[in-house]
């Protein structure tokens, strides 16, 4: 039925869609990006690891750089200064902002305005043939998150603010006066644009109903959105929960499958059939709270609509603009107390050493795990699970089922349209998944 | 305009969409045909000019940059990965037979593409009209050659290194060479001098020396070899820091070498691919790349 690249994603994928003699479908998605990130970092020196795996993707660099960084730490015993964790912990909301920002922006946004018009209008290219205001103001926000990592780290894509044992130097204190000055107004565009989306959502409540509704098992890290350790993987579900899973055992329970066709690999957990979902969705039917005043505020009108868990996964989309208020909240309380953390020290030095670990990090797509081993200040072994590798299962189903419907459908833009909304549903990123 | 991409981050796309209202500018001066990061699209048209970020690493991209060479009228460079291989160039210190088990462990069927033997930068399968290295590239230089190519200009630029942004200066008090993470930096003290391996020398200038001016953090040479280092023997960037550090150390070279069991990574992080600095007797890459 269709075979395509795959658009409006990050990274390198094809959509291949094939109808069997009885008339169903068999859905495959397959990534051949691979670069071969677990070879070439052997043997280099630690130092240059978050310079290495930063590189694995544009999109999630500071996660990559940060994961990198922390499991580096983590291995070889090394506490960063208090400073740096919270001056890290502002370059993470931020981080998740943009991110979250690029996906509505680039991705979802023209799929809600127009879900029913034909794939050559709903795009950013084709808003702006009709109405250049319109994406003018969408692609504000995402111009708010660039330049507030600009601002703090120097650079939106691979910047080199932290590194291991803490932080290159604090952000200057103008810069943080100019983002905290700033912060009014994009809580104001945010919150505008949450309304919209919700606003957008009841409008196509009827694929919000279709839409990737079987339920999951969620799976989000104990620690906060923001958090940079290791705080065990929590997770809960109508197919059984697993209750938290440790370091130490999470080898044991995860068990990585290849992806047929594809370079692209699966995590499974035995015992659990399928559908493990991570991201925003996830972390909320966990949480039930973001445990910050505006956030709460559009998770409450998301319930007084929804229902609580939040079913579907086009749901998602607007709990991302509540994470980006989440994390505008949180930057306006760390920019407020940044007389008492920045300026001091900025990193601790990281003997060589022997050792070993996981990082875990709660991006804006879900959990990032990275392991290290370490010897002699050397990389022996790097590993890497994104957050793609945990949703596939999941989003291939979706798929299925929106390829099931699309048979027989006579518009082949329709099938094309609801087959792709389906996907960014998760906001893959393959960049991040095919290393 | 076409904006392809083949194995890459992603960054450099970013940094074109991170023009924010300049993007718009850029959208209105050209149509935007092809760019699969936000629109739809079966495959590149006929187009003026054609943005390529990544390099070739299997045949699905080779065929897509000889599509794209075919249908622009200008064909670009984008980002260190295409000018020079990028980090994906270290691959190039591997053998096949690692290669393969790495492609092996990543779950490679019979059906995926056929991988390239090596990481080569773009102009090695295509010609290229011009060249933005960068990782990412620096935002103002893309958008300031965007409007002289529109302007039907052919921007050329002369380079330096980044060394001549950088406010760095002063000496070190020997000792060393040092590891970045394992001692204490002075601010403001040239990092060579102070025995930190840095490759602002043989760095291309253009990204204002952001990392050792600003965020206190050795060159790494993401903006890619300059031309001196690409001409010049004696300005290779595995000798000549090896020479700088013997200097500021007082260890002799064969020492300080030592300490860089990583050479591939410390001096050719983002050259390796480079093929320039293969046939250099002294310096180069000879002794880093395996030999197909």
Request: hydrophobic share 40%.
């Amino acid at each position: 039925m269709v075979t395509h690249s795959l658009a409006r994603v990050f990274g390198e994928a094809y959509l291949k869609v094939e109808v069997d003699e009885e008339g169903r479908p068999v859905v495959g998605l397959a990534s051949h990006g691979y670069r071969g990130f677990e070879l070439w970092c052997r043997g280099a020196h630690g130092e240059f690891l978050p310079d290495l795996l930063s590189r694995r993707c544009g999109v999630d660099s500071v996660y990559h750089r940060m994961g990198a960084c922390i499991a580096l730490e983590r291995a070889l015993g090394v506490e960063i200064p208090e400073g740096a964790k919270k001056a890290r912990e502002l370059l993470l909301a931020c981080q998740l902002f943009r991110r979250h920002s690029l996906t509505m922006t680039l991705h979802v946004l023209p799929d809600l305005l127009f879900p029913a018009s034909d794939p050559g209008l709903r795009n950013l290219v084709g808003l702006f043939r009709v109405d250049r205001d319109v994406v003018g103001r969408m692609m504000a926000l995402n111009a708010w998150g660039e330049s507030a990592l600009r601002r703090i780290a120097g650079r939106a894509v691979h910047p080199v603010l932290p590194v291991p044992g803490g932080l290159t130097a604090y952000p200057e204190e103008e810069a943080l006066i100019g983002l905290r000055n700033s912060l009014p107004e994009v809580m104001g565009l945010a919150r505008e644009t949450s309304r919209l989306v919700r606003m957008l959502l009841r409008r196509n409540e009827d694929l919000v109903g279709e839409l990737g509704k079987t339920p999951a098992t969620p799976l989000a890290a104990a620690t906060p959105p923001f958090g940079e350790s290791w705080g065990g993987i929590r997770m809960a579900g109508e197919r059984g929960g697993v209750g938290e899973v440790q370091e130490e055992d999470l080898l044991e329970r995860v068990e990585m499958v290849s992806w047929r066709d594809s370079l692209l690999e699966v995590c499974r957990l035995p015992g659990q059939e399928s559908g493990v979902l991570t991201g925003p969705l996830s972390r909320v039917n966990l949480t039930g709270s973001y445990g910050s005043e505006l956030a709460d505020t559009e998770l409450e009108e998301l319930r007084k609509t929804w229902g609580f868990p939040l079913r579907g996964m086009l749901l998602s989309h607007a709990l991302r603009l509540a994470e980006m208020i989440m994390a505008l909240e949180r930057i306006d309380q760390l920019l407020a107390e940044a007389a008492s953390w920045s300026g001091g020290e900025t990193r601790r030095v990281i003997p060589p050493g022997i050792g070993a670990a996981w990082a875990a990090l709660e991006g804006a797509e879900g959990l990032h795990l990275y392991r290290v081993e370490v010897e002699g200040g050397h990389i022996s072994e790097v590993g890497y699970l994104s957050p793609l590798h945990w949703n596939l299962p999941g989003l291939l189903e979706v798929v299925q089922e929106e390829a099931q419907r699309a048979v027989g459908d006579v518009s082949e833009a329709r099938q094309l349209g609801r087959l792709g909304v389906a996907i960014r549903c998760y906001a893959p990123c393959f960049f991040c998944a095919s290393g | 305009m076409a904006v392809v991409q083949l194995g890459s981050c992603g960054g450099c796309q970013l940094s074109l969409l991170d023009l924010g209202e300049r993007f718009l500018e850029i959208m209105e001066s050209y149509s935007m045909e092809y760019f699969l990061m936000i629109k739809e699209a079966d495959a590149p048209p006929e187009v003026d000019i054609a943005l390529v970020e990544g390099t070739v690493r299997h045949a699905r991209h080779l065929a897509m940059a000889r599509m794209t060479r075919e249908r622009a009228n200008l064909l670009v460079a984008l980002g260190t990965c295409s000018v020079f291989g990028g980090v994906q160039g270290l691959c190039n210190a591997h053998g096949e037979g690692r290669w393969e088990e790495s492609l092996s462990r990543a779950g490679a069927g019979e059906d995926i593409p056929m991988f390239t033997r090596r990481v080569m930068p773009l102009d090695a399968y295509v010609s290229v009209d011009f060249r933005l290295p960068g990782c990412p590239v620096p935002a103002e230089l893309l958008w300031s050659f965007l409007q002289q190519v529109g302007e039907g200009g052919r921007p050329a630029r002369e380079t330096a290194t980044v060394c001549a942004e950088c406010p760095r200066t002063g000496r070190g008090e020997g000792g060393g060479p040092h590891r970045f993470i394992e001692e204490d930096s002075r601010p403001g003290t040239c990092f060579l001098e102070q025995g930190y391996l840095c490759l602002g020398p043989l760095t291309r200038d253009g990204c204002a020396s952001r990392c050792p001016g600003s965020w206190d953090y050795p060159c790494r040479g993401c903006r890619g070899p300059s031309d001196g280092a690409l001409a010049f023997q004696q300005l290779d960037p595995l000798r000549e820091s090896l020479r700088r550090l013997s200097r500021s150390t007082g260890e002799k070279e064969e020492k300080v070498v030592e300490l860089f069991m990583d050479a591939p990574q410390a001096f050719f992080m983002f050259s390796l691919a480079e093929p320039t600095f293969r046939g250099r007797r002294r310096g180069g890459t000879s002794g880093l790349v395996f030999r197909i």
